[in-house]
């Protein structure tokens, strides 16, 4: 009797520690991807950032990491080629070359 509760005590602790090692697993995973997620989001708005920046002068940007169309007189839609997608709608004032941002999202396919 004493034998038996012990061996289901034993069975209870490890499957208790298998447990924790999938949750774990699952936090690293987790952690990980959030991390990753957060880098590409950075790199998808600094492109956008400088493709906004060069929006006069669109000759001066070294790489072409952007989509950019005309929405209307001096409004412009500016979409990042990588991915998330952030889409931004700028003003654009041709006297002093001041870009204002209107809206910005993040597009999703």
Excluded: Y
């Excluded at 289901?8 to 952690?31: F, G, N």
């Excluded at 880098?39 to 070294?62: G, I, P, R, T, W």
């Excluded at 003003?91 to 597009?107: C, H, I, P």
């Amino acid at each position: 009797m004493i034998l038996a509760w012990v061996i289901s005590l034993l069975l209870l602790c490890s499957s208790l520690v298998i447990s924790l090692e999938k949750l774990t697993a699952l936090r690293i995973i987790s952690l990980k991807t959030m991390e990753s997620s957060k880098l590409d989001f950075m790199n998808s708005e600094k492109a956008v950032l400088e493709c906004e920046q060069h929006l006069s002068n669109l000759s001066l940007l070294q790489e072409n990491n952007c989509f950019i169309q005309p929405l209307a007189k001096n409004i412009w839609s500016i979409s990042s080629k990588s991915k998330p997608v952030i889409q931004v709608h700028v003003f654009l004032d041709e006297k002093t070359g001041l870009v204002t941002r209107l809206n910005w999202r993040q597009a999703f396919e």
